[in-house]
């Protein structure tokens, strides 16, 4: 008999009919590959991933924080922290130096997807306890998904450059939406391709980024360094930005240094925390230590080549011009040339604004919501979940036209996001020594249930970590439009609230580890790491390794067969 080859999945229609009436139709299969005892319900994407997924080699980390970090948003950062006042010499230490911090937790927190190949939401159990836990995974996964859309938004301006460039009659489009919606019909054509378009890019498995890394790291930088190269020479020159000094001195400088410095960090405190949702994929635990050096070295360079651009506009438009579109959009009345050009360019920002939605935002999602639904949701499933909510139920571009406070609040979270990233790292590395018992990550009731699934430890780290800076948090929230203030809070408290994610980072370290080690949780700790892999050894003791005992579990491999994405069906043709 002929071996057993794989066919594509496709649901009946009795199946279809089930799944547009049934929730229950829905719930993914039980799996044979979940360490969990058996009365919980996983799903084997929360599994640690097996060998032969294993395919991030150090050039894999290298492409992917070149693609991650080019992107609008960073060309754009020098703008925010020369528009406080400060200058290049300061904007560029600034972000060298806020790179740096959050490149530190990146590479101890990667260490752990790195060496244990499982998820940030089920390592964070760890230290925050079982139950605990869910506190900072839907916090993650609220906030993924708020940025899906919200960059979402900002890319299907990509889409209406390169559609005008194509036809121009596109940028006359007559608007039949009501201007309360802060959206156009041009913009909402525009935003529903790009999130079309996106849609079927989110399902990329992690172990295959490496081929969107390698588009995007060709197109980004080169449109980069062109748009750079041509108004340097359309300018004669950089222009005036690096002869400009500092218009603040004294504390205020120092304070704006700071508070520039966190405001880098910041934008990185998500992924500071999930980093090991795509370590797990490394082939080797050492590769992932090239983000270090990577992390500060490429973010300054874009925004160096941002700065140096901008500059430039100034002698070629009579104004600074921080966002590339906008010089993009000037090369559509240049005739076919600039159009050809528009579309180019517009297209290089489009791969590179997809590409950090996709390492940044969806698969982050998408593992935060495996751990909370696994009965209904795998990797697919929660990519495909968090583009609907993000790309329309939180109507994105109505949050960026109109809810300037709200964005403050997404901004500050990093206040909640340190604290999370220093006791996922001091747990890892000082207080369990880079050793878990992988397979009682997965039981409610093994070792790291501490009291009734909550570490009493984290939970005082977070509030002795979080609390001082609330009111900064309400103060930058309470700001108005024309900058006066509707909280009073004392100077002391925004001044703290200028490096909030440091403090954070920091003194979460610090209480936890101490807490730790005065009063040990003994149960939670192992003198080796006692690895889980997704399938038990035929003839072996299931309920022990199930249970999260101290037993090794060694790896099977068997054919899943051809899973249906969407609902886990195992489909067989014989051939």
């Known amino acids: 008999m002929k ?25 993914l299969p039980k799996q044979k590959s979940t360490l969990a005892p058996p009365e919980v319900w996983t799903n084997k994407d929360m599994d640690p991933v097996k060998p032969e997924h294993q395919t991030w080699t150090i050039w894999t980390w290298m492409a992917y924080w070149a693609t991650d970090t080019i992107n609008l948003g960073t060309w754009e950062t020098a703008s925010a922290i020369l528009s406080v006042g400060l200058s ?4 560029i230490p600034a972000i060298v130096v806020g790179t740096t911090c959050v490149a530190i937790p990146m590479v101890l927190n990667g260490a752990i997807g790195a060496k244990m190949h499982i998820p940030f939401s089920v390592a964070i159990r760890s230290s925050f306890g079982y139950y605990f836990a869910y506190f900072a995974i839907v916090s993650r996964a609220i906030l993924a998904m708020f940025w899906l859309g919200i960059q979402g938004a900002n890319g299907a301006i990509c889409i209406t450059i390169m559609l005008e460039a194509i036809w121009p009659s596109y940028g006359h489009i007559k608007n039949h939406i009501p201007e309360s919606q802060g959206i156009t019909t041009q913009g909402m054509i525009s935003y529903f391709l790009f999130w079309i378009i996106q849609l079927p890019l989110l399902l990329i498995p992690p172990t295959r980024l490496r081929y969107l890394f390698l588009a995007k790291i060709i197109a980004a930088p080169i449109t980069a360094i062109g748009t750079m190269g041509w108004m340097v020479h359309k300018a004669g020159g950089s ?7 500092a218009t603040v001195s004294g504390s205020q400088k120092a ?16 992924l500071a925390c999930n980093i090991p949702d795509f370590s797990r994929y490394a082939r080797s635990s050492e590769g992932q230590f090239i983000q270090l050096p990577i992390l500060p070295i490429i973010f300054t360079l874009c925004a160096v080549i941002g700065i140096i651009t901008t500059s430039a506009s100034g002698v070629v438009y009579g104004e600074l011009i921080w966002n590339p579109l906008e010089i993009i959009e000037k090369w559509l ?50 990519c495909i979940i968090a583009a609907i909510i993000g790309g329309w139920v939180i109507v ?62 984290a939970v005082i780290a977070m509030l002795i970590s979080v609390s001082p800076n609330l009111p900064g948090l309400a103060y930058s929230i309470g700001l108005n439009s024309d900058g006066s203030d509707s909280v009073n809070i004392s100077t002391g408290a925004k001044n703290l609230y200028t490096f909030d994610w440091l403090f954070g ?5 610090v209480v936890y580890t101490a807490l730790s080690l005065i009063f040990p949780a003994t149960e939670s700790l192992v003198n080796e790491t006692i690895f889980g892999h997704s399938v038990i050894h035929a003839g072996s003791n299931a309920s022990d390794e199930e249970s999260g005992m101290n037993v090794h579990v060694h790896e099977k491999s068997f054919d899943h067969g051809n899973m249906d994405p969407l609902h886990g069906d195992t489909v067989h043709k014989k051939g």
């Open 255 to 270: 304070y704006l240094f700071l508070s520039s410095m966190s405001s880098v960090t910041g934008s990185w405190a998500t």
């Open 396 to 457: 994105p571009w109505k949050i960026i036209s109109s809810a300037e406070t709200f964005l403050a609040f997404m901004g500050g979270y990093a206040v909640f996001l340190a604290p999370i990233a220093g006791i996922l790292a001091s747990d890892y590395w000082l207080v369990k020594k880079q050793n878990y018992d992988v397979p009682a990550l997965y039981n409610p009731h093994g070792r790291y249930s501490y009291f009734k699934g909550t570490n009493w430890r």
């Open 3 to 27: 071996p057993l080859t794989k066919m594509r999945y496709i649901p009946s229609q009795t199946q279809l009919k089930e799944r547009c009436t049934s929730v229950s139709s829905w719930k």
């Open 333 to 382: 009345d240049m005739g076919h040339g600039g159009r050809a050009a528009a579309f180019f360019a517009a297209t290089s920002w489009y791969i590179a604004q997809v590409g950090t939605n996709i390492t940044a935002n969806s698969i982050s999602a998408a593992n935060d919501l495996t751990v909370l639904f696994p009965k209904y949701v795998n990797i697919e499933r929660g």
């Open 505 to 509: 980072f920091v003194t979460s370290i």
């Open 239 to 245: 222009g005036d930005i690096f002869r400009a000094k």
């Open 88 to 91: 290049w010499r300061e904007a």
